[in-house]
């Protein structure tokens, strides 16, 4: 059963960020959403690929009136050395996602199966969600592939701006 749907209230989220500012979702005012990005952490290379190239793809989310955050359940040094080690200089990196909060957003959970991932961590998601808090869209993996194509999303964003495409999937 999902905790909820397109047009429902997303939960609360609240992360430290790499920055050093707590990130509140609920004080965040985007003109047209926020897109939040869960990723495994410093130890995936197919989430550094994807946030370098969302690194890249900022300013034009940006022109769209849509603020990016990528939040891990990695710790604050783990954090702080995936901003050091990855090119994502652009992108906001939120860290400490507790499990217990992932699992309110419907996120999969996979345990460490060797020494270089953490015993517990998020696997990947990507969620739309409009100013009013409200779900737009969402994918989340179980899985560090199949991801949202970051390029065909600014397309879709465009779309969805242009024709004000309501939100599906809400039965």
């Known amino acids: 059963m999902k905790n909820f749907k397109p047009r429902q209230e997303v939960p609360e989220l609240v992360v430290n960020t790499v920055n050093g500012m707590d990130w509140n979702l609920r004080e965040t005012e985007p003109e047209n959403f926020n897109l939040i990005i869960f990723y495994r952490g410093l130890h995936c290379p197919v989430c550094k690929s994807y946030l370098e190239e969302l690194n890249g793809l900022i300013s034009d989310y940006s022109e769209r009136g849509v ?35 992932a699992r309110k957003w419907d996120l999969y959970i996979s345990e460490g199966i060797n020494d270089k991932e953490p015993n517990e961590f998020i696997e990947p998601a990507l969620f739309l969600i409009r100013p009013d808090q409200t779900l737009y869209a969402s994918s989340i993996q179980s899985m560090p592939f199949a991801r949202p194509k970051l390029k065909e999303l600014l397309k879709s964003i465009d779309f969805v701006l242009d024709k004000d495409y309501p939100a599906r999937g809400e039965k």
């Open 67 to 101: 603020n990016v955050i990528a939040i891990s359940s990695n710790n604050k040094e783990l954090a702080e050395k995936t901003v050091k080690n990855w090119d994502i200089e652009n992108v906001t990196i939120g860290y400490d996602m507790p499990i217990e909060e």
